[in-house]
């Protein structure tokens, strides 16, 4: 059986990774992965000191890179070449002009802000003592809907973030959920099963079960990212994220190649 395509892996560039792209191709072959995408974090400006992203200059340097293993690996792995950026609301146009000027194949639209807020960053997890967990979700998923809603983005990364930590609301988060669940759908905009949640606090994928079902009920199309910092991530747990997709219905995945192919989720 085929592992599925991993579209959602960061290198050394980001400045909070390890490894060269040559490093993630040859191990993903070795895994006998069909195909990956390559997805820095764009050069924007973000409402955190220190490092997440490459500079101008250092972005035009990843672009030539994935391009130079594109031609490299031809005919032994398909490579795509995307990047994640953060949904900012205000930052649409500057997000635009990357993406159409850097001939971006697919882009992951991500929040990791609110109001200014870091909430997934170690570093200002305390957020969580001063907030309503359920209005923290809340507000989570109404910027994850109008971030869908711009038509900027190919998938939603990490779909359910708030709870890295192990923050739980006290309603469902499917419900809290329904509205950006429903903005995936009408926009035609993909999630991901994010599987480095696995190895953080809350020890589970993105997004959780429940969210998962609400998505196929809704037609929203899957795609799989490891969020890889390392070259050793990529891939991981890809085989029991697939166990849950099947389980929730899934019998297909999105492909980020030129026509947006389906393929089965099991051949």
């Known amino acids: 059986m085929k592992m599925q395509a991993d579209y959602h892996i960061h290198t050394v560039w980001c400045g909070h990774a390890t490894g060269d792209i040559e490093k993630y191709v040859l191990r993903a072959i070795e895994l006998g992965i069909p195909e990956i995408g390559f997805s820095e974090h764009l050069p924007i400006n973000v409402p955190i000191d220190e490092k997440v992203c490459p500079t101008p200059d250092e972005w035009q340097s990843y672009l030539a890179q994935v391009r130079e293993m594109q031609r490299k690996f031809a005919g032994r792995i398909?490579?795509?070449?995307?990047?994640?950026?953060?949904?900012?609301?205000?930052?649409?146009?500057?997000?635009?002009?990357?993406?159409?000027?850097?001939?971006?194949?697919?882009?992951?639209?991500?929040?990791?802000?609110?109001?200014?807020?870091?909430?997934?960053?170690?570093?200002?997890?305390?957020?969580?003592?001063?907030?309503?967990?359920?209005?923290v979700y809340r507000d989570y998923?109404?910027?994850?809907?109008?971030?869908?809603?711009t038509g900027l983005f190919d998938i939603i990364g990490h779909f359910d973030l708030p709870k890295k930590f192990g923050h739980r609301p006290n309603g469902r988060s499917v419900s809290l959920a329904a509205e950006a669940i429903a903005a995936l759908a009408d926009t035609g905009t993909a999630f991901e099963i994010n599987t480095a949640g696995k190895d953080k606090p809350v020890g589970e994928f993105y997004p959780c079960n429940e969210i998962i079902a609400a998505c196929r009920e809704a037609g929203v199309k899957l795609s799989f990212g490891s969020d890889s910092h390392a070259p050793e991530q990529i891939g991981r747990y890809f085989p029991a994220a697939r166990q849950l997709a099947a389980a929730a219905g899934y019998r297909h995945t999105l492909r980020m190649d030129p026509h947006r192919s389906l393929v089965p989720l099991c051949d």
């Open 78 to 135: 398909a490579i795509r070449l995307g990047g994640e950026a953060d949904y900012i609301p205000g930052h649409e146009k500057t997000v635009e002009r990357i993406k159409t000027e850097s001939r971006l194949e697919y882009l992951i639209g991500s929040v990791h802000f609110l109001d200014g807020w870091a909430f997934d960053h170690p570093a200002h997890v305390s957020g969580f003592d001063t907030r309503s967990v359920d209005a």
């Open 141 to 149: 998923f109404g910027v994850v809907a109008e971030a869908a809603r």
